[in-house]
T-cell receptor, first 115, second 114 residues
Framework: DAGVIQSPRHEVTEMGQEVTLRCKPI?????LFWYRQTMMRGLELLIY????????DSGMPEDRFSAKMPNASFSTLKIQPSEPRDSAVYFC?????????????FGDGTRLSIL | AQKITQTQPGMFVQEKEAVTLDCTYD???????LFWYKQPSSGEMIFLIY??????QNATEGRYSLNFQKARKSANLVISASQLGDSAMYFC???????????FGTGTRLLVSP
């Protein structure tokens, strides 16, 4: 079975440019999560969706970040305009909502570098 | 508030030996789940093992087992018969009932030597 698929794997862009990260969750999973990982702050939850609806976006750093989930099989995380401090690895994860024992399954991540 | 503490920034173990990675947690919710993830140098996050707060027995998955001590609020990961491929970062995480959010610890880097 296919896992969580993220694209691109790597992105290098200049400050001020728009960046769009994409995620396809595991089929049948109804919860989707976006995380950011940096050396300084570790793994941080940015936002998560249940049944395509954003539930908690309290981790989104600022208005430059936005996330959408137009359908059950696709989500995007957009940064506009990008800044060097946004450089990090961004992970998407999905799970079955409900029982505590359902793990989150992570994609391979997008390594983002803002110059 | 949920909190996960991993006090060992790095651990060393020789191949074929067992190693214990520490994790303590703090929560006021009696119903919660604890997860361990492995992150190799290639970067992906791999789910290893789960322990529920009401589980009577310690979880095991192959060479991985959890030493769950509820009264001490600890959920240490035990890796038996270490292999070179076990070298990676290991993260402990917790989720409370009613919340989808996972809270992660800062991780422990394990290095397995030949």
């Amino acid at each position: 079975d296919a896992g969580v698929i993220q694209s691109p794997r790597h992105e290098v862009t200049e400050m001020g440019q728009e960046v769009t990260l994409r995620c396809k969750p595991i089929s049948g999973h109804n919860s989707l999560f976006w995380y950011r990982q940096t050396m300084m702050r570790g793994l941080e939850l940015l936002i998560y969706f249940n049944n395509n609806v954003p539930i908690d976006d309290s981790g989104m750093p600022e208005d430059r970040f936005s996330a959408k989930m137009p359908n059950a099989s696709f989500s995007t995380l957009k940064i506009q305009p990008s800044e060097p401090r946004d450089s990090a690895v961004y992970f998407c994860a999905s799970s079955l909502a409900g029982a505590l024992n359902q793990p989150q399954h992570f994609g391979d991540g997008t390594r983002l570098s803002i110059l | 508030a949920q909190k996960i503490t991993q006090t060992q920034p790095g651990m060393f173990v020789q191949e074929k030996e067992a190693v214990t990675l520490d994790c303590t947690y703090d929560t006021s919710d009696p119903s919660y789940g604890l997860f361990w993830y492995k992150q190799p140098s290639s970067g992906e996050m791999i789910f290893l093992i789960y322990q529920g707060s009401y589980d009577q027995q310690n979880a095991t998955e192959g060479r991985y087992s959890l030493n769950f001590q509820k009264a001490r609020k600890s959920a240490n990961l035990v890796i038996s018969a270490s292999q070179l491929g076990d070298s990676a970062m290991y993260f402990c995480a917790m989720r409370e009932r009613g919340f989808q959010k996972l809270v992660f610890g800062t991780g422990t880097r394990l290095l397995v030597s030949p």
